[in-house]
């Protein structure tokens, strides 16, 4: 066991390296010039040969990267060009929310879709079943961008149920910022103004993100379910004479569960893609959203610090499911 | 935990569902993500500028007045220039306070110059063209202020320059001294999100990416603002904007789409407010290149614009018609509009200048929505002389990349003004005398390489000419020359326009829109 986690962890590393080297080379590659952009189309060209000397830019790609690569291996991820604060830091800030929205999303994604996947797998052919499926191809085939306007335009601008864009109104003053958390500072901070107001704004982000997961976690459980009831061990349940949600719950979702554990772990890394889009429309300041001015500044520090981040979310994520399998099938063994 | 998950629940239905902001504060939806550094010393784009510009103060205030920008006192009361035009003298005004409480002093105006002058970063060429040096700026005693110029220089250049809210504004030099390190000797990393000023607000919080909160500063000199808190919210979508403005939680949309502005001009309870912007909008061919090194192809596509179609088309109106470079209402505009569109006298020009059958060339434009807009205009109105323009789209890091290093043919762009000066225009649109690396001002003459060294000597002998007059007709000269020789075709002079909800009055925009002042502005709702 510890040798295989040894090996996945140098694997890891290896992949981390292909996607900072790849990332790093591409963002310079490309002929634009983030230092002219980020001074404006007004600055004078010896202002730009200041900046960029200042920024390190001038020296040979090849010098650039021995740079990045020492840095890197001291933890520092660079300074960003846009927000000129060293990148860790800004991921610091901004990933909080981003795990926030994630989280609650995902929530909604395994509640909904288990729920709606067992549901169609016990009455298969039924209404409820033809019903959950449309829920899951529209959740699917929905861009998050389109069905945030969607929502917004609904719930907020037309019947005004629910609060616009952001963590909080515009007026209300932040708690302080002791974990990055805003749903765990204004608990500590005792501030239920905020604390209200911030579940009232998450409910519309987190149901456009966690909609997409629903719709693959319904599919994937309930194709899942149904193999798992045509066994033989789920007759003889049945045969015992055991209610039909023990024989469901205990025997059937039970055993059911390990392709959806594959699935809900891929879900999880995938909602930070999501997100990119969804804080965009939510104006929710988190890493997607810090991402994405990166990307359109070309911002290269800070976009090669979010591929390295986002690539080590996706691997431990992977790695963590793959650990859970052995915990949930003893059958299975790693050497 | 069972209970705090139902109080949440609960709460979350039942409270009321979106409480109103509080009457004082005012609330402002703009595009905030621009800002990275709120140091003065560094501060280059129009919305870090405009931020600046409400808690610090300069010496000397633009501001627009009946239609006019003026310059008027600031932390100085009054000034005067020495007969040879070379050093001017402020005197301070007595009283006024720093946020910490502290007296505005002559030493904290040579600290601020001093440190601008030494941090030399972008926009410091707008001070160090005429004052390259700190020493050049003298203590006389505890409220005068000293300034000598490299030249001399006009008056309206100078109360520009020293107005210029950023490099020039006017910092706490006890309280950035205080912050200073060995490493970081003017305290750069402290004032990027701190505040040292004296302005009517106070800065309380920014948040990159989020918000901006200013509060009321109740001693400024002049007395206190209008409202108690100003708050920018980042919200870069202009139909989030739109949305939040209508839904009431925002009082003032900041970057509205002209398109949008229209709908508010009819609807009850929302205010235009709208205004011109020295900023100009503009077509450069290189005239380094073929076709555009011949003067009559410029002048063929001059005329063979639908200036209309984009103004009132494109635009929506919002825009002020206008040919030369240096837009309406500044110092030295030259209110001439030759062009129109006349596709037989472009044609024959075009047949003159030896291309009777037209020819193919690639236009460059940036993403921006309407720079496309006008390209695909120009694209259709060149088409009908024979010229077949391909359009190719490209983020600005790129557009501008290749525009600096002189590689574009053809392209849209903007520019607007620097310093509330025609000084600020005249050199990027007319001073080149050489295309070469080695030119002083290498700026949009140079980029679109249009060398012409009698037009260079005009721009800098206008900027040292005392005599008003004398210096009005020589941008007037300039201009003419440029208006039928130069690289650009001027397309309009775009409006300055945002959208309030009607509670907020007093807002006037500064045509240079980082002037604009929010200290007059009240809500009363």
């Known amino acids: ?335 | 935990m069972r209970g705090i998950l139902l109080w949440c629940l609960v709460s979350v239905i039942a409270l009321p569902l979106l409480s109103a902001p509080p009457k004082d504060t005012l609330i402002i939806g703009a595009r905030t993500d621009i800002i990275v550094d709120l140091d003065p010393a560094r501060a280059y784009e129009v919305f870090t500028n405009l931020i600046i510009e409400q808690y610090y103060d300069a010496l000397v205030n633009i501001v627009m007045d009946q239609g006019e920008v003026v310059a008027k006192p600031g932390l100085a009361q009054s000034w005067e220039v020495s007969e040879d035009g070379l050093t001017w003298t402020f005197h301070l005004r007595r009283g006024a306070k720093f946020h910490s409480g502290r007296e505005v002093t002559a030493d904290d105006v040579i600290y601020s110059f001093t440190r601008s002058l030494s941090l030399n970063f972008a926009p410091i060429w707008i001070l160090s063209q005429y004052v390259p040096d700190p020493s050049m700026i003298k203590k006389i005693d505890d409220y005068t202020v000293s300034i000598t110029t490299n030249q001399p220089v006009a008056e309206l250049i100078i109360a520009s320059v020293v107005g210029f809210q950023g490099i020039c504004s006017i910092v706490d030099s006890e309280l950035v001294k205080a912050h200073a390190t060995e490493a970081d000797p003017w305290a750069n990393q402290w004032l990027k999100t701190n505040d040292a000023g004296s302005g009517p607000f106070i800065l309380v919080e920014w948040t990159p990416n989020e918000r901006i909160i200013l509060d009321r500063f109740d001693e400024y000199w002049a007395g206190p603002a209008g409202v108690k808190r100003i708050i920018f919210i980042d919200i870069p979508e202009p139909a989030a904007q739109k949305l939040a403005l209508d839904r009431g939680d925002i009082d003032i949309a900041w970057d509205l789409l002209p398109e949008q502005v229209d709908l508010y001009r009819s609807t009850p309870g929302f205010t235009v407010i709208e205004g011109p912007s020295w900023s100009i909008e503009y077509l450069a061919m290189n005239a380094g290149k073929p076709p555009f090194d011949n003067p009559l192809v410029r002048e063929a596509i001059r005329w063979a614009i639908d200036y209309d179609a984009i103004i009132y088309g494109i635009q929506k109106g919002a825009a002020m018609p206008g040919q030369t470079f240096i837009p309406a209402g500044m110092f030295g505009h030259l209110p001439e509009t030759p062009f129109h569109k006349d596709i037989e006298k472009a044609k024959a020009l075009l047949a003159q200048a030896g291309y009777p059958e037209g020819f193919e060339v690639e236009m460059l434009t940036s993403t921006h929505p309407r720079r496309v807009a006008i390209a695909t205009q120009v694209q259709a109105d060149l088409a009908q002389i024979g010229i077949k323009v391909n359009i190719t789209q490209m983020v600005s890091a790129q557009f501008y990349e290749l525009y600096r290093a002189q590689k574009h043919t053809f392209l849209v762009a903007g520019w607007g003004v620097d310093y509330a000066d025609p000084d600020a225009l005249a050199k990027p649109f007319a001073h080149c005398c050489t295309t070469g690396p080695e030119a002083p001002v290498r700026q949009l003459a140079w980029r679109n390489m249009y060398a012409d060294c009698e037009t260079t000597a005009l721009v800098e002998a206008a900027a040292k000419e005392l005599d008003a007059n004398k210096r009005r007709a020589m941008y007037e000269e300039i201009q003419r020359r440029i208006l039928h020789n130069g690289p650009y075709v001027v397309l309009y002079y775009p409006l300055n326009q945002v959208v309030t909800r009607e509670v907020v009055k007093g807002l006037v925009l500064n045509p240079m829109l980082s002037f604009t002042e929010f200290w007059p502005v009240v809500k009363t709702g």
């Open chain 1, 1 to 335: 066991m510890l040798g295989y986690i040894a090996r996945r962890l140098l694997w890891m590393v290896l992949v981390l390296w292909g996607v900072m080297t790849i990332t790093f080379f591409v963002a310079r590659v490309i002929p634009a010039d983030p230092v002219g952009a980020i001074l404006g189309p007004q600055a004078p060209p010896e202002a730009i040969e200041r900046e960029r000397e200042r920024l390190g830019l001038n020296r040979p790609i090849y010098v650039q990267y021995a740079r990045y690569v020492l840095d890197l291996l001291r933890g520092d991820l660079g300074v960003s060009l846009r927000t000129r604060r060293p990148v860790l830091q800004d991921i610091a800030q901004f990933f909080p929310a981003t795990v926030e929205l994630a989280l609650s999303a995902f929530l909604i994604g395994i509640v909904l879709g288990i729920s709606v996947g067992v549901v169609s797998a016990v009455y298969p052919g039924r209404v409820i079943d033809h019903a959950s499926r449309v829920f899951a191809i529209v959740g699917l085939s929905m861009p998050a961008f389109w069905l945030g306007l969607l929502l917004l335009l609904g719930f907020y601008y037309k019947l005004g149920w629910l609060p616009g864009p952001g963590q909080l109104p515009y007026w209300m003053p932040r708690p302080p910022r002791l974990t990055g958390f805003l749903f765990i500072d204004a608990l500590l901070a005792h501030d239920w103004p905020a604390l209200t107001s911030y579940l009232k704004h998450l409910i519309m982000p987190a149901f456009t993100l966690g909609w997409i997961s629903t719709a693959s976690i319904a599919r994937i459980t309930r194709a899942s379910m149904l193999e798992v009831l045509r066994e033989e061990y789920i007759k003889t349940a049945r045969m015992k004479g055991l209610k039909e949600t023990a024989v469901v719950m205990k025997h059937a979702f039970k055993n059911a569960l390990l392709p959806i554990i594959t699935v809900v772990g891929i879900r999880l890394a995938s909602l930070l893609e999501g997100a990119v889009l969804t804080e965009t429309v939510f104006a929710w300041p988190g890493l997607g959203r810090y991402a994405t001015y990166s990307f359109l500044s070309i911002d290269f520090n800070a976009v090669v610090g979010v591929a390295i981040f986002t690539a080590f979310l996706y691997a431990f994520c992977n790695l963590v499911v793959d650990l859970l399998y052995a915990y949930l099938n003893p059958k299975i063994r790693y050497v």
